[in-house]
Every structure is written in C-alpha cells, then in structure tokens.
C-alpha cells in the first residue's frame, strides 16, 4: 500500500464521530491526490483530468469535427464519387464520419461540466465558511455548549467522568428551552448544508453516467467503426511505400492497445489491493503506483512515433492519414476514460461521506430539540 494512504488511514481520529472523521479524511485525501501536493503522486494534477488528457480530449474532437458530414463534402473529401470497392463507397463514408462526429461532439458540454465542478467546489467552500462562523456563534450562546467546551467533553465516557468528579455540583449538559429554541438556528443550517451537499452529489453523478456513456459508445461502436474503415482500406490496393508506413502505423496501434489493457489492468489490480484497507473508500490506483507509471511512460513513447508516422502517412494519403489520426486519438481516449471514472467516482465518495456526517448531526440537533 502507498504511504500516503496507509499514513491517512492509520492517523489518530481527527474526530470523536467515526462519520466526521471519514469526511474529514476522505475529502482531505482526496485533494492531496487532485492537486498532486505530494511527491509520493505520480499523476499531474487535476481534479477529474488533468491539463494533458484535457488537450488530448480537445485533439480528438477537433479531428472528428474536421471530417464532412455531408456526402457532396465527403465526395470532394475522398476525391471520387463511386467505384472504390466494398465499404469505401462515399455513402459507407457518410454512417462513419457521422457517427464520429456525433461522438466527438458530444465532448464539449461533457467537458465544461468538468470544469464546472471546480467552479461549484470554491462556491460551496465559500458557504460553507459562511455557515460555520455563523454556527460557532449560535453555539456560543448555548450554555450546554459552555459547559462542555470548558471541561472538554468529547464523548459520553467525558460526561460520567466530570458526573463522578462533581457530584452535586454536576452543572448537566441537557439543553433548556433558551438551548432549545437557539439550536433550532444550527438545525437550519445543517438543513442548507444538506442541501448543497445532495445537489452536488447529483451534479457528480450525472457527469459520472455521461463519462461511463461516452467511453461506452467510444468503445462498442466509434473504435470498431473505424478499425472496419481501415481494414477496408488496407484490402484495397495502395503503393508500396503508403502500405509499408500504413502496416507500421497499424502494428504501432496494437501495441498501444496492449499498453492501454495494461494500464486498465494495473489500476484494477491497485484498485483491488487497498479495497479491503482502505477506511476512506477512495480508489488510489490512478494518483500513484511505480507500475502504473511505467506503463503510462512506455506507452507515450509510443504514442509520440505513431503522432510522426501519421503526420507523414496524411501526406501520401489523406483518407487513410485522417482515419489514422482519429484512431490514434481514441486510442489517447482509452486510459483518459480510466482516469476520469476512478476520479469522478472519488468525488462521488467525498460528497456521499459529506452527506452521511452532515444528514446524521441534522437528526442528532432534531432529538436534542
């Protein structure tokens, strides 16, 4: 297990409420690991993906974007208008680019929900100071509150204690009705808070099904759609040099698809090893893991030949250079998709441990009152 996590894990309880504790763990860890404040992270920093994946995300969309959509624009594109051969008719054409297209489109909205999530994380931050000055007064005029701030009572075992200790002159720590009628105020706002905290656990989750949707779709029908261009192409006759650079793009490609399997089963297998530890429930395989690391390493070696070989294949031959390239950035999308599910479904656990403590002190002030 990595340090950071055992460390967090086998730290002294930040508090005496087992939920407030997790929250506070949970969220803390969390961000150590997006803002990647640690030497022991691996991963750049980025709440859901980092600045990297973000521009490859931007690449792939800008190239299914730029392929036609029309079939007057796809017969200028592919320079004939019929007689290709199986599958490379402008009309074959016309259902693959389209469903590119629509894939590709699809990343904008996607992405600036990502953003926004950053955006309503500072917001709530900013309420949530706001709340707490406010609560810290209320609870300032309670006068059980008092009492147990001054003899430092955290748990019931503190109460029999300072009872023994006392004895008659045991003030009691049961709220009056002035108590009461205060702590109706803090109830309130846990109210509020409870609010806030459901509504960005929605936001989080609706983003969650978005991503598992788009590396869905990325990986039962844009990735076969294309890999069925190319064999198409690749069946029909091309110049010695264009097949020679194609079957070394093509060879590069499944090399790269066996580091991305790698990489996924890396993550899993890190995933998997600290599940039974892990009190805070994040899944760590994405933030760090020397194993993990290599592969990314291995693989954008590969990716940066393929990048070249592309640039020099779209020369001899646009419409196997483009499909080329559109591969080529889904395959950059298939460790991205990791990446952001194992991230989002942190954030999910952050907001779910959040909702617990808060929803449980909101009813525990509801049967004081």
Known sequence: ?????????????????????????????????????????????????????????????????????????????????????????????????NLIHRHARRWSPLRTDLLGIGSKLKVFAGKMLVYGQSMEEINGDVRAGKIVEHHQIKTLEDVKRLHLELGKDFPGIALDENDKEITQEIGSHLTDILDLITANLADAQTIKQDLDQFGLDLSLHVGPEIQRKMVAIDNSSLPADVAKLNLDIEQRAKDID???????????????????????????????????????????????????????????????????????????????????????????????????????????RLSEI
């Not at 990647?36 to 991963?43: E, G, L, P, S």
């Not at 980092?50 to 995300?57: F, G, S, V």
């Not at 690391?293 to 020099?312: C, G, K």
Request: proline share 3%.
């Open 1 to 97: 297990m990595n340090p950071l996590s055992y460390d967090a894990m086998q730290a002294e309880p930040l508090s005496a409420d087992p939920k407030a504790d997790e929250a506070i763990k949970t969220a803390e860890l969390f961000s150590t690991m997006s803002s990647a404040n640690d030497k022991q992270v691996t991963r750049a920093p980025g709440l859901i993906l980092t600045k990297e994946q973000i521009i490859n995300l931007k690449k792939y969309e800008l190239a299914g974007l730029a392929l036609p959509i029309e079939l007057e624009d796809i017969i200028v594109y592919l320079g004939y208008s019929k007689g290709a051969g199986a599958g490379l008719e402008p009309e074959d054409f016309l259902k693959s680019f």
């Open 258 to 364: 066996e580091k991305n399997k790698e990489y996924k089963a890396v993550v899993q297998q890190s995933l998997n090893s600290v599940s039974s530890l892990n009190i805070v429930g994040l899944a760590l395989g994405i933030y760090f893991g020397v194993e993990a690391e290599h592969v990314r390493y291995a693989r954008n070696e590969l990716m940066t030949q393929q990048s070249a070989d592309i640039d020099n294949l779209q020369d001899k031959n646009t419409i196997l250079g483009s499909l080329s390239r559109v591969k080529f950035n889904l395959q950059n999308l298939a460790t991205i998709v990791v990446d952001a599910d194992v991230a989002t479904k942190n954030l999910i656990t952050v907001w779910n441990k959040l909702f617990l403590f808060i929803e449980a002190s909101a009813v525990s």
